[in-house]
């Protein structure tokens, strides 16, 4: 039981290149999260998926699209990184309310 | 507006003594709070919830509604507790459930 699995690890990316960051979880959670990550800024939250084919806008979703592709599976694309996206980025899942949130080791990523 | 305020970006004590890490919120539903801890080199996990009304490791935090805090405490620090710590809100929007953050307060427990 790996429970939530971030790919990759890090990342460092020229402004206006695009990549996917990789989630991944098998606790058979409904939902899922991505948050990043910012010095004083705490955890915000990007985009989630309250259940398996639903994704809706967080906090901060502009530069950001993501896929649901099934129950498992939960990404985060960047179509033209911008600096601004530089950050640590979180996925997380949970089972329901009442269940707390489980989290992936983040990915940090850097664009110059 | 829904938010989680940590004013203290760093709390910096002595082992023994007793620590509060705050939290306020701004919620209009009924408020169901958390804290989670990510300690160096390791992924957040969850400390506490208020429902549950227990204590982990020491800590416990008591919801006051009246003063919208959710403040976390603990007697006598340990070098252990060491860590960032995050408060955190359940926002619910139609049937989904968000989790909002604070910004954080590094617990830095000194020998």
């Known amino acids: 039981n790996a429970g939530v699995t971030q790919t990759p690890k890090f990342q460092v990316l020229k402004t206006g290149q695009s990549m996917t960051l990789q989630c991944a979880q098998d606790m058979n959670h409904n939902s899922m999260y991505w948050y990043r990550q910012d010095p004083g800024m705490g955890l915000r939250l990007i985009y989630y998926s309250a259940s398996e084919g639903t994704t809706d806008k967080g906090e901060v979703p502009n530069g950001y699209n993501v896929s649901r592709l099934n129950k498992r599976e939960f990404s985060l694309r960047l179509e033209s990184a911008a600096p601004s996206q530089t950050s640590v980025y979180f996925c997380?899942?949970?089972?329901?309310?009442?269940?707390?949130?489980?989290f992936g080791n983040g990915t940090r990523l850097t664009v110059t | 507006a829904q938010r989680v305020t940590q004013p203290e970006k760093l709390l910096s004590v002595f082992k023994g003594a007793p620590v509060e890490l705050k939290c306020n919120y701004s919620y209009s539903g009924s408020p169901e709070l958390f804290w989670y801890v990510q300690y160096s080199r390791q992924r957040l996990q969850l400390l506490l919830r208020h429902i549950s009304r227990e204590s982990i490791k020491g800590f416990t935090a008591d919801l006051n509604k009246g003063e919208t805090s959710f403040h976390l405490k603990k007697p006598f620090a340990q070098e252990e507790d060491s860590a960032m710590y995050y408060c955190a809100l359940i926002h619910v929007v139609d049937s989904s459930y968000k989790l909002i953050f604070g910004s954080g307060t590094r617990l830095l427990v000194r020998p």
């Open positions: 997380a899942s949970r089972r329901g309310r009442d269940s707390p949130l489980h």
